[in-house]
């Protein structure tokens, strides 16, 4: 079942009501998911952030076999979270950092355009199931700290989203570790979500290293691609996502829930 929401409303005024309703479900936006429960989010998603399995295996906190194991047997239940920590995979701390970092990521994300209607599904859960609930505000509010501290170091939101290119002469060996390590996977292709899976690191904290690149005029947006070579075939050089197309996926979910 899917119930309409006003179409006229931005996502932050959409989750102030829902959670004034203590509504359970997913609300989705242009650019990520929002998974509610009693009024207060428990997971969020964006394409444009890397998942919380990506974060915790190429960490080396959870062995891949372990998250798929997980999944497997626990998906269906919603407790993919809990049951990482009862085999004794992860410990509660442990998955509860992890997790408030990744649903902050995607919360950015999911919160940065309101180009297109959102839909709010009731009744809906995570697979993941909750791990630390938190509050609709917390998450607005993080956000907008968040975006106000990117637009001090460099304006230009454009660095959070497209491929990225290297200026003449950049040298990763010139910077300090973590900004050096940053601007050594940039390359023309890759996306802040993809650099920061590939360092296994918080997507906001890839965020501020690439503005502050960008400030220092190390990085910039690559150019678009000429239209003959917007969509590479099969196997093409420079198809830099390897991830699944989530937008596709959702079409395709929600088709079905349509039925």
Same mark, same amino acid.
Request: proline residues 9%; aromatic residues 4%.
């Given at each position: 079942?899917?119930?309409?929401?006003?179409?006229?409303?931005?996502?932050?005024?959409?989750?102030?009501?829902?959670?004034?309703?203590?509504?359970?479900?997913?609300?989705?936006?242009?650019?990520?998911?929002?998974?509610?429960?009693?009024?207060?989010?428990?997971?969020?998603?964006?394409?444009?952030?890397?998942?919380?399995?990506?974060?915790?295996?190429?960490?080396?906190?959870?062995?891949?076999?372990?998250?798929?194991?997980?999944?497997?047997?626990?998906?269906?239940?919603?407790?993919?979270?809990?049951? @990482? *920590?009862?085999?004794? &995979? =992860?410990?509660?701390?442990? !998955?509860?950092?992890?997790?408030?970092?990744?649903?902050?990521? #995607? /919360?950015?994300?999911?919160?940065?355009?309101?180009?297109?209607?959102?839909?709010?599904?009731?009744?809906?859960?995570?697979?993941?199931?909750?791990?630390?609930?938190?509050?609709?505000?917390?998450?607005?509010?993080?956000?907008?700290?968040?975006?106000?501290?990117?637009?001090?170091?460099?304006?230009?939101?454009?660095?959070?989203?497209?491929?990225?290119?290297?200026?003449?002469?950049?040298?990763?060996?010139?910077?300090?570790?973590?900004?050096?390590?940053?601007?050594?996977?940039?390359?023309?292709?890759?996306?802040?979500?993809?650099?920061?899976?590939?360092?296994?690191?918080?997507?906001?904290?890839? @965020? *501020?290293?690439?503005? &502050? =690149?960008?400030?220092?005029? !190390?990085?910039?947006?690559?150019?678009?691609?000429?239209?003959? #070579? /917007?969509?590479?075939?099969?196997?093409?050089?420079?198809?830099?996502?390897?991830?699944?197309?989530?937008?596709?996926?959702?079409?395709?979910?929600?088709?079905?829930?349509?039925?």
């Amino acid at each position: 079942m899917t119930t309409a929401v006003p179409t006229d409303a931005t996502a932050p005024a959409l989750l102030g009501s829902l959670a004034a309703d203590r509504a359970t479900g997913a609300l989705t936006t242009a650019s990520g998911v929002f998974y509610l429960s009693a009024g207060q989010v428990v997971h969020v998603e964006s394409a444009l952030s890397p998942a919380l399995g990506d974060l915790l295996t190429r960490s080396g906190a959870v062995a891949p076999d372990g998250w798929w194991d997980a999944v497997e047997r626990a998906g269906a239940r919603h407790r993919v979270g809990r049951h @990482l *920590v009862d085999s004794g &995979r =992860l410990t509660t701390g442990a !998955l509860e950092l992890c997790h408030l970092g990744a649903l902050f990521d #995607a /919360a950015y994300f999911a919160l940065t355009h309101d180009d297109r209607p959102a839909r709010f599904r009731p009744g809906v859960a995570h697979w993941l199931g909750a791990v630390r609930p938190v509050s609709v505000e917390t998450v607005l509010s993080e956000s907008r700290r968040r975006r106000a501290l990117l637009h001090r170091i460099w304006p230009d939101p454009a660095v959070d989203t497209a491929p990225l290119v290297r200026a003449p002469g950049a040298d990763p060996a010139d910077l300090p570790p973590r900004r050096g390590r940053t601007l050594a996977l940039v390359d023309g292709a890759s996306t802040a979500a993809q650099i920061a899976s590939a360092l296994a690191c918080r997507t906001f904290h890839t @965020l *501020v290293e690439l503005r &502050r =690149l960008a400030a220092d005029g !190390l990085v910039t947006p690559a150019p678009p691609p000429p239209a003959a #070579a /917007a969509l590479p075939g099969p196997g093409a050089p420079g198809a830099a996502w390897d991830e699944p197309d989530t937008a596709l996926l959702r079409r395709l979910l929600d088709a079905l829930e349509a039925l």
